[in-house]
């Protein structure tokens, strides 16, 4: 299953995402994310898109992560359903 990530929080200091941008990942990189942003969801992407879990968040399938940056923004990491047209 594909997973999204959404800006939830925060200000980018870059100046790269704002709140409510989404990057879609299936089979390859998503384009305009920041390096800084990639490198810290990555792991949790690719344990999502082979179906594992972080049983320390409450929501199943999901994970929030902050960027490097201390002052930066907070990502959420959903596997979402594909839908079928």
Request: aromatic share 10%; net charge positive.
């Amino acid at each position: 299953m594909p997973v999204c990530i959404t800006i939830k929080k925060g200000k980018c200091q870059g100046g790269f995402h704002a709140i409510g941008d989404e990057f879609f990942v299936d089979k390859t990189t998503p384009g305009g994310i920041c390096l800084g942003a990639w490198d810290a969801v990555s792991p949790y992407v690719t344990t999502l898109l082979w179906g594992g879990r972080f049983p320390w968040e409450k929501k199943d399938g999901t994970i929030m992560i902050h960027c490097p940056d201390p002052k930066g923004i907070t990502l959420e990491v959903k596997r979402i359903k594909k839908t079928t047209q």
